[in-house]
């Protein structure tokens, strides 16, 4: 879990079979994300290593619904998670864009690359 005043990630395993959530709460931005954090440990939150003898998850879903605020730099973490992922065989879902978020997806046309899920249930359904 990384946490600072106003913006946390958590990754979260076993509430599904084959699934890890992570929960981003607060301003999901430059400032935020790097403020008191280097960029090599915040890419180790998304760097997922099973136990040896575990399969690696089929889907990663991002919760974000308590990030009200994005900017490029959320942006282009999520971008990037996804193309790793895609290497891998692992889809990734977002789930609970705010208003704000929604218009940056749409405007860099990222609407159209990441799955996008209005409700944890309906990302969990998503095959």
Known sequence: M?????FTIERIEGQAPGTVIY??????NARDMYGSMKQVALGNI??????PDAELPTR?????SKAPQMD????????SHF???RAKGIRVV??????NVLQLFRFTKVDTLLPLAATMEEALELQ
């Open 46 to 51: 998304f760097d997922y290593k099973p136990a």
């Open 83 to 85: 193309i790793s992922c």
């Open 72 to 79: 490029s730099s959320g942006l282009g973490l999520l971008v």
């Open 23 to 28: 929960q981003i709460t607060g301003i999901f």
């Open 94 to 99: 977002i789930v609970g864009s705010s208003r």
């Open 2 to 6: 990384w946490k600072s005043p106003t």
């Open 60 to 64: 990663h879903i991002f919760d974000i």
